[in-house]
């Protein structure tokens, strides 16, 4: 039974700390999202990639948080510094090449922070 | 204003009952939409998958789209107690949503009573 899975499962850790969230996608996924769930916006796509490229991280904050994907098999978002404001549940999703039916994207069960 | 909006709920019925969710989106240009269910403390699954406007239904769901008023539905038809969940409305304006980017909306937060 494939499944995106995310480490660590919850995180809590002090105001401007450094934070490393990691993902495993899929195998054979070529597409990993990175997502961010708070109650008052809702899920929000943070950045994307395909084939390890990055797509489009328009909605991730530039000035402290950076996603990466070192490999296919691993995905990294990083938050430094982080702050209290940050404290969510990040989601990593992964997607199938088209050609092979990628109508859906599979999230992962999320890493959940707590910035104190 | 979002994207896509859905009233957070919570939408409590008794078990068989109906359960009647609804979207709306003000992207005119998104092409495909789908229904998300999560339950607590667990990453979204993808329920229906629709283009355009139209129904489509598989087993107890039925999914509606009308673009021209630009408002997405899903029925939940003889609902159990097993469908208590919140469920995510989103649009993307590409086929193949695994590998584009998706808009979400706040999720609709149901609970159905044995």
């Known amino acids: 039974d494939a499944r995106v899975t995310q480490t660590p499962r919850h995180k809590v850790t002090e105001m401007g700390q450094e934070v490393t969230m990691r993902c495993q996608p899929i195998?054979?996924?070529?597409?990993v999202f990175w997502y961010r769930q708070t109650m008052m916006q809702g899920l929000e796509l943070l950045a994307y990639?395909?084939?390890?490229?990055?797509?489009?991280d328009s909605g991730m904050p530039k000035d402290r948080f950076s996603a990466e994907m070192p490999d296919a098999t691993l995905a990294t978002l990083k938050i430094q510094p982080s702050e209290p404001r940050d404290s969510a549940v990040y989601f990593c999703?992964?997607?199938?090449?088209?050609?092979?039916?990628?109508?859906?994207?599979?999230f992962g069960p999320g890493t959940r922070l707590t910035v104190l | 204003q979002k994207e896509v909006e859905q009233d957070p709920g919570p939408l409590s019925v008794p078990e068989g009952a109906i359960v009647s969710l609804n979207c709306t989106y003000s992207n005119s240009a998104f092409q495909y939409f789908m229904w998300y269910r999560q339950y607590s403390r667990k990453g979204p699954e993808l329920l229906m998958y629709t283009y355009s406007s139209g129904n489509k239904e598989d087993g107890r769901f039925t999914a509606q789209v009308d673009k021209s008023s630009k408002y997405i539905s899903l029925f939940i038809r003889d609902s159990q107690p097993s469908d208590s969940a919140t469920y995510l409305c989103?649009?993307?304006?590409?086929?193949?949503?695994?590998?584009?980017?998706?808009?979400f909306g706040g999720g609709t937060r149901v609970l159905v009573k044995p």
């Open positions: 989103a649009g993307t304006l590409w086929r193949g949503a695994a590998g584009n980017k998706l808009t």
């Open positions: 195998l054979g996924h070529n597409t």
């Open positions: 999703a992964s997607g199938p090449p088209l050609h092979r039916g990628g109508d859906t994207q599979y």
């Open positions: 990639f395909r084939n390890r490229a990055p797509l489009d």
